[in-house]
Nanobody, 119 residues
C-alpha cells in the first residue's frame, strides 16, 4: 500500500545545492514518521534526517546539521530534502523511508536517487 518514489538527484559541484523529492502514496505522510537515509559504495547505510508524523519535529545527523532541511507538503503527498553546501562526503544514493508505526509493520523504502558531488 505504501509506495515511495524519489527524484531530484544529480551531479553538483561542491558548495552547491540540490533538492530531493519523495512522492508518497495515500496518507503516508500523515500516518508514518518519515526519514531520509543514504548509502555510499563500501559504506554502511547512514541516517540523514527524520520528520515526525505530525511534521512538527525534525531531526538530523551531525554530518548534515545546518546544511540539510527535511520538510513535507501533505497536499502534494511529497517529502523533501533540501541540501545546501554540499561536499564530496555527501555523495551517495539517498533513500526516502516510511517508518513502521505499529507492531507488525515494516519500514518501507523507496528506490533511491543518486547524488554525486564533484570537488
Amino acid at each position: 500500500q505504501v509506495q515511495l518514489v524519489e527524484s531530484g538527484g544529480g551531479l553538483v559541484q561542491a558548495g552547491g545545492s540540490l533538492k530531493l523529492y519523495c512522492v508518497t502514496s495515500g496518507r503516508t505522510l500523515s500516518t508514518r514518521a518519515m526519514a531520509w537515509f543514504r548509502q555510499a559504495p563500501g559504506k554502511e547505510r547512514q541516517f540523514v534526517a527524520s520528520l515526525s508524523r505530525s511534521g512538527s519535529t525534525a531531526g538530523y545527523a551531525d554530518a548534515v546539521k545546518g546544511r540539510f532541511t527535511i520538510s513535507r507538503d501533505n497536499a502534494k503527498n511529497t517529502l523533501y530534502l533540501q541540501m545546501n553546501k554540499l561536499n564530496v562526503e555527501d555523495t551517495a544514493v539517498y533513500y526516502c523511508v516510511a517508518r513502521a508505526v505499529t507492531v507488525g509493520q515494516r519500514d518501507v523504502w523507496g528506490q533511491g536517487t543518486q547524488v554525486t558531488v564533484s570537488p
